[in-house]
Each structure stands twice: as C-alpha cells, then as structure tokens.
C-alpha cells in the first residue's frame, strides 16, 4: 500500500485546512487508517484514527470537537478536517494504514500501523 497525504500548508490561528490521504498499490479493504503528527524534536503522536466502516473513530484529546476524521472507501481516501487551528499543531502529518484491532488502545497506537505516506507539513502562526 503506497500512501500520499496532501493539504498541509500555512494558516493562521483559527483557521482551517483539509488534509487528504489516498491509498494505491493494493487494496486496503478492511485498514484502519490513522492520522499522526510530529513536530521538531518530538514524538510521532497519535492524532485520530478511524475503522475500515467508518463506525468507529478515534481523537486525541488535544484535538477533540477542533478536527474531523472521515473516510471515502470507494476513492480509497481518508481526510482530516481541522478548524480552529492553534500554533501547537504545527507538525508533519502522516497517514498511516494496516490491519488494526478496532479498540481503542489499538487505534492509537503508531506501532500498529506499517503504512505510511511522506507527511505533509502543517504551519500554523499565531
């Protein structure tokens, strides 16, 4: 599975952007997908995640009720909206596929996943 995200880019605080990832190269019936985020000298940390039927979703804290997971399964796509955007989430944002268990520890978790795209950079200034 090849993944590329796209939509990153420079936003003022509060404001909104649309990231979007496309699956190719196999098909990704059944993958959960999930959205990360780094920053400079950070982690990777888990920002949400959603089930192959979309029923079931998954937000970090930081971000619940400011961003929006959904899924297009037909177009083999997965996208984030983000509103109201703070400085703090400036980071690469990367997507991320596979198999993984519908449980929440799972869905959070960046060990689960062994699809990635390149990330697309998100700049929000303050």
């Known amino acids: 599975v090849q993944l590329q995200a796209s939509g990153g880019g420079l936003v003022q605080a509060g404001g909104s952007l649309r990231l979007s990832c496309t699956a190719s190269?196999?098909?990704?019936?059944?993958?959960?997908m999930g959205w990360f985020r780094q920053a400079p000298g950070n982690e990777r940390e888990f920002v949400a995640a959603?089930?192959?039927?979309?029923?079931?979703?998954y937000y970090a804290d930081s971000v619940k009720g400011r961003f929006t997971i959904s899924r297009d399964n037909a177009k083999n796509t997965v996208l984030l909206q983000m509103n109201s955007l703070k400085p703090e989430d400036t980071a690469v944002y990367y997507c991320e596929a596979d198999w993984v268990p519908t449980t929440a520890q799972a869905m959070r978790s960046v060990y689960e996943y062994h699809y990635w795209g390149q990330g697309t950079q998100v700049t929000v200034s303050s």
């Open positions: 959603v089930s192959w039927s979309g029923s079931t979703t």
């Open positions: 190269g196999r098909t990704f019936t059944g993958y959960s």
